[in-house]
């Protein structure tokens, strides 16, 4: 144990295996490698995430290469993927793999770990008030494992027969079966393995944020005073809980099925005209576990967005948080539901219709909570005194993409409707629009906005705004025709169409989605640079560059392992005290107590003077 | 800063942050949703016993009358019969019955080795840890020998439509039923070994902690009390094992 926590928690006095006698300093590896320290681990994930974006991203390019441009040949490919490309023609089941890859790598490492792994850990002691977290070792090793599970995943694209190909969702049979495809062979082993080594990693990590927020918030921060960040946080951490170890199950008995000869998911299956022994299993029973956390695992990449965007958005308002209570509630109500929606994913796989008319009906309450957070937003920029950072400009694309892609979560949570539309490029389009660009939008909105708090020095405004526009017209670009794609029953996960004659009128547009998706991964190496010029070269930042209530922003420049160099600050009021009519000025940190600031104080706040 | 603040009080409550709401530290915490998130983890396989069952056939015949045939799920008391030592007499449940008593047992000298620890009594705790890790350790021990006996198979085995005869069961042919009647039973009673096996484990590393009197310097036992939690919690899990595979 590194010389962390000294007097991290008063109250606690179980810290295992601790030596007191420290105080020296720390070397390398300690300080940068194997740190406790929140604020270290937490760009450990940021840096992971963008460079697992970015592979996500390529992929994505790969093989829209292959969908905008079907008939053309693909030789300059082959330097850097050989044997996967033969006579300039991309290999079907590499097509497979890359979207397969995509999907992982996005959701879980980048969306997942990238996003609540960078920010939970950043903000959570920060904003909450304390030292550390209330662990800082399972805090390293949550970090390290998923480190491994990395790893594991990175090493399996690289593989002779190629990575997993049988979907993110990696149905049994399919992927049962080693021999039913090259994607189920040993990708798929080192997927389930590198996933399970993920899911331990979570869930380290979300027992320490949640114990974090009941226990070490600091003097006078009550619940109904955390920033919604917090809130979102939390409620993120929940739902990785109870979500990920159904997972958990299922790809242990998928690895059984796979490797051990049981029959979980099998029965009556033939492959190449040959009957397999198996029987008894359902693959039904697959999907409803996967999607019981498959449901969920989406609002644990949404909700880090909406608190990351609610924060923003009202410090660059300068306004309080249209309803904050109302933020808190919706995001309780978004959280609850998310467990009961899971068959939605499944209407069409032979799911009894009636259980599909119920799982509707769930699924179409969950616009609710929605829309309340959709108009809380509207209403705080309403008449706000809005500045355009670029953080606030990723809050505001959110905001849209969020509406844009929500819209047609209505339209595809319908029973009747999902019939037509299951399974074709609407759906595509709209978990994109919703979850995929919303939360990447929420991920740079964020990075925009703490960058001064996590390296001490601003990223460049201009080079943010350029980002900002160039991401978010690309976005759009590629997002809205494959709407109208979808409409036309073009099916996912193809390797083309040209062989459908109702298809082809429809290359063209497939073409100009390719070039907007190259154009806007491109747009990415812009953030890129910024992001790590700013780190060495950026201006210098203040202590508090954007005028915010909450506490990260009362410490230091550049915080040290304990974040406060001397006793934590205590918490007097909420953190959305902006433009407050009376005040000096137009922001009340809340460490400022109600006595201070009498001239601002409303009737019922002068009991607390 | 201005000097005031230190003069003022911040609220106080329960819930007003600086202070344990819930009255218990971090660790006890992380366990309790360890545990919430391991019992997630049970319930998706008992979910899956059940719809795995509810897919199987039940046998509909007299009990007498039963014998052992993929056509239906076995009845769990024709199948868990033998008892070490007394072989080829019907004893149904007799067997499994001793090992709950013995893992409750253990429930039992865990909790008295917690409430020796609020005490900060280390010869107690000591002496309660060591029965417990002796009754988790008999029930490891007893289910090595149910499983190998359900391994073996009886003396009659399963008369197979091709005319072969199958004694005992792995994870693709069994003699007492369909093959998802023992992948299952392998599959979870193993998965609950396994966490009874890391509980003894756990358990023996927190006993040369407490005889080098580390606790005791420390000034309390609540590792004890964390792992007792877990332990509680396997013994609970074991519970409904029982009930799913054995009494139903």
């Known amino acids: 144990m590194s010389s962390t926590d000294i007097a991290i928690n008063k109250t606690d006095m179980h810290h295992d295996h601790e030596e007191h006698d420290h105080h020296h300093d720390q070397n390398f590896f300690e300080k940068y490698i194997f740190s406790q320290d929140h604020k270290v681990i937490a760009k450990q994930f940021l840096f992971m995430g963008i460079i697992w974006a970015f592979i996500g991203g390529f992929l994505s390019v790969l093989f829209r290469l292959q969908l905008g441009w079907p008939e053309a040949t693909f030789t300059f490919l082959e330097p850097i993927l050989g044997g996967w490309v033969t006579n300039g023609k991309l290999d079907p089941e590499f097509y497979l793999a890359m979207v397969t890859m995509h999907g992982t790598i996005m959701v879980f490492f980048v969306l997942t770990a990238g996003l609540s792994g960078t920010f939970s850990n950043f903000l959570i002691p920060l904003q909450v008030g304390a030292r550390d977290m209330a662990s800082g070792f399972m805090n390293m090793l949550s970090f390290w494992i998923f480190f491994l599970a990395s790893i594991i995943m990175f090493w399996s694209l690289f593989l002779e027969n190629g990575p997993a190909g049988g979907g993110w969702t990696i149905y049994p049979p399919l992927s049962a079966l080693p021999q039913a495809i090259k994607g189920s062979g040993t990708g798929m082993t080192m997927w389930l393995i590198a996933m399970a080594l993920f899911i331990v990693s979570q869930l380290l990590g979300g027992v320490n944020y949640i114990a974090t927020v009941i226990n070490l918030r600091t003097k006078g921060m009550s619940m109904t005073k955390l920033p919604l960040t917090i809130w979102a946080f939390t409620l993120t951490a929940v739902l990785g809980l109870l979500s990920f170890p159904v997972l958990f199950s299922a790809a242990l008995l998928l690895i059984f099925d796979r490797s051990f000869g049981t029959s979980f998911y099998l029965s009556d299956i033939y492959i190449a005209g040959e009957a397999l022994s198996n029987t008894g299993g359902s693959a039904i029973l697959f999907q409803h576990l996967f999607w019981f956390l498959g449901h969920p695992e989406v609002y644990i990449v949404i909700l880090p967005a ?161 980002h900002f526009w160039l991401t978010f017209i690309a976005v759009y670009l590629v997002f809205m025709p494959m709407h109208y794609v979808g409409i036309a029953g073009f099916p996912r996960r193809y390797y083309n169409w040209t062989g459908f004659e109702a298809f082809n009128m429809f290359t063209d547009l497939n073409t100009f989605i390719s070039i907007a998706a190259i154009f806007g991964f491109t747009a990415q190496f812009i953030f890129l640079f910024n992001f790590i010029y700013s780190i060495f070269k950026g201006r210098r930042a203040t202590q508090n560059p954007w005028h915010s209530n909450t506490l990260e922003w009362t410490t230091p420049v550049n915080p040290g392992h304990g974040n406060w160099p001397g006793e934590i600050p205590a918490v007097y009021r909420w953190p959305y005290d902006y433009s407050k009519p009376g005040a000096e000025q137009d922001f009340i940190p809340q460490t400022v107590p109600f006595s201070e600031t009498q001239s601002s104080n409303l009737p019922q706040e002068r009991v607390l003077e | ?62 009990v007498e009358d039963f014998y052992f045939s993929t056509e239906w799920w076995p009845i769990p008391e024709k199948v868990f019969n033998a008892f070490p030592g007394l072989h080829g007499m019907d004893l149904p449940l007799a ?32 002496k309660w840890l060591l029965w417990t890790i002796l009754f988790g350790s008999i029930f490891l021990g007893c289910q090595a020998w149910e499983w190998a006996h359900f391994i073996t198979g009886d003396d009659k085995g399963m008369l197979l439509a091709d005319g072969t005869t199958v004694f005992g069961a792995n994870l693709t042919v069994n003699q007492y039923g369909p093959p998802l009647f023992a ?66």
Request: glycine share 10%; with cysteine.
């Open chain 2, 95 to 126: 067997f499994v019955a001793l090992m709950t008593m013995i893992l409750i047992l253990s429930s039992v000298t865990m909790v008295l080795a917690v409430e020796a620890g609020h005490r900060m009594d280390k010869n107690d705790v000591q």
């Open chain 1, 306 to 466: 909406f608190g990351i965007v609610s924060e923003v958005i009202a410090t660059n308002s300068r306004k309080p948080i249209f309803g904050y209570r109302a933020m808190i509630g919706s995001l309780l109500g978004i959280s609850v539901l998310s467990f009961v929606v899971w068959a939605h994913h499944m209407f069409v796989t032979g799911m009894n219709p009636f259980l599909g008319s119920v799982f509707m009906f769930l699924t179409l309450i969950i616009a609710v909570p929605s829309a309340v957070k959709v108009f809380n937003w509207l209403a705080t920029l309403w008449r706000g005194n809005i500045r355009f950072t670029a953080a606030m400009m990723f809050a505001i694309g959110f905001v849209s993409l969020f509406i844009s892609g929500g819209l047609t979560g209505i339209i595809l949570g319908n029973s009747a409707l999902d019939i037509q539309l299951h399974d074709t490029y609407f759906v595509v389009a709209h978990f994109h629009l919703v979850m995929g660009a919303a939360a990447f939008f929420g991920m740079f909105c964020g990075v925009y906005h703490w960058f001064p708090k996590m390296f001490g020095r601003m990223m460049d405004e201009k080079l943010g705004y350029v």
């Open chain 2, 183 to 248: 992948d299952l039973f392998f599959f979870i009673t193993g998965f609950h070994g396994t966490h009874v096996f890391s509980g003894v484990i756990l358990l023996i590393m927190v006993f040369i902690n407490t005889v080098n009197g580390v606790y005791h310097k420390r000034g309390h036992y609540e590792m004890v009390e964390k792992v007792g939690l877990y332990w509680h919690f396997v013994d609970l899990v074991w519970v409904f094992v029982f009930t799913f595979f054995y009494l139903i």
């Open chain 2, 1 to 62: 800063m201005s000097t005031s603040t230190t003069l003022e009080a911040p609220n106080t409550g329960t819930w007003d942050g600086g202070n344990e709401p819930l009255k218990a530290s971090y660790g006890k915490l992380m366990m309790w949703f360890f545990l919430l998130s391991d019992a997630f983890t049970f319930g998706s396989f008992l979910i899956v016993y059940g719809l795995s069952r509810h897919s199987h056939m039940p046998y509909t015949g007299k």
